[in-house]
């Protein structure tokens, strides 16, 4: 049913969003050297590595960590970074991930391939048994600013309350943190 649920929104909504993808991905090219997009090593359901796309708003060459792991994040941002961020159109390009099977719109945010610190803790809760989501709990409970025990916490709560009724509320409190730019620390 969840993955139903995923096609259904996942097709309309490349769709609608076509033109907004084409013009953000004109304005990365217009503003930095490099591809429009990143594609990141990412840690899928049941610990499986796939390839996830973003819109890219760091500068090529940027060390491939979590973002809270560099000095001085903004110095890698590229021109329109920060906006792209706080916006979160960064997140787009990530519905082929979607249509591909390799993610849901509900579930735990997908690690990178070397955040053995979260990868471990979330295999310890079960966490890992889900297909990571565009959005998630831990997500609309504090996104950037959770620490990794906090944000596991979150997604094991996730596991135990999931629901085609919770994910539609992640989804509306996802909007509403996106339209309030909330909880995005770079």
Request: charged share 20%.
């Given at each position: 049913?969840?993955?139903?649920?995923?096609?259904?929104?996942?097709?309309?909504?490349?769709?609608?969003?076509?033109?907004?993808?084409?013009?953000?991905?004109?304005?990365?090219?217009?503003?930095?050297?490099?591809?429009?997009?990143?594609?990141?090593?990412?840690?899928?359901?049941?610990?499986?590595?796939?390839?996830?796309?973003?819109?890219?708003?760091?500068?090529?060459?940027?060390?491939?960590?979590?973002?809270?792991l560099?000095?001085?994040?903004?110095?890698w941002?590229?021109?329109?970074?920060?906006?792209?961020?706080?916006?979160?159109?960064?997140?787009?390009?990530?519905?082929?991930?979607?249509?591909?099977?390799?993610?849901?719109?509900?579930?735990?945010?997908?690690?990178?391939?070397?955040?053995?610190?979260?990868?471990?803790?979330?295999?310890?809760?079960?966490?890992?048994?889900?297909?990571?989501?565009?959005?998630?709990?831990?997500?609309?409970?504090?996104?950037?600013?959770l620490?990794?025990?906090?944000?596991?916490?979150?997604?094991?709560?996730?596991?135990?309350?999931?629901?085609?009724?919770?994910?539609?509320?992640?989804?509306?409190?996802?909007?509403?943190?996106?339209?309030?730019?909330?909880?995005?620390?770079?």
């Amino acid at each position: 049913m969840k993955r139903l649920l995923d096609l259904c929104l996942a097709v309309p909504a490349a769709a609608v969003l076509a033109l907004p993808l084409l013009m953000v991905a004109i304005a990365i090219k217009l503003t930095s050297p490099g591809p429009v997009l990143y594609w990141s090593d990412r840690v899928g359901r049941c610990n499986r590595i796939f390839y996830m796309p973003k819109f890219r708003s760091m500068r090529t060459g940027t060390p491939a960590v979590a973002t809270h792991l560099l000095q001085n994040p903004e110095a890698w941002l590229t021109p329109i970074g920060a906006f792209l961020r706080k916006t979160s159109l960064d997140e787009l390009p990530q519905l082929w991930s979607i249509l591909a099977g390799d993610m849901s719109f509900v579930g735990p945010r997908p690690a990178l391939f070397n955040q053995d610190d979260l990868v471990a803790l979330r295999t310890e809760r079960g966490v890992h048994e889900l297909m990571p989501g565009l959005t998630g709990w831990a997500q609309v409970n504090g996104r950037d600013e959770l620490p990794i025990p906090q944000k596991v916490a979150l997604d094991a709560e996730y596991l135990l309350r999931r629901s085609l009724l919770f994910d539609i509320h992640i989804l509306w409190l996802t909007v509403v943190k996106v339209l309030k730019r909330d909880g995005v620390s770079h």
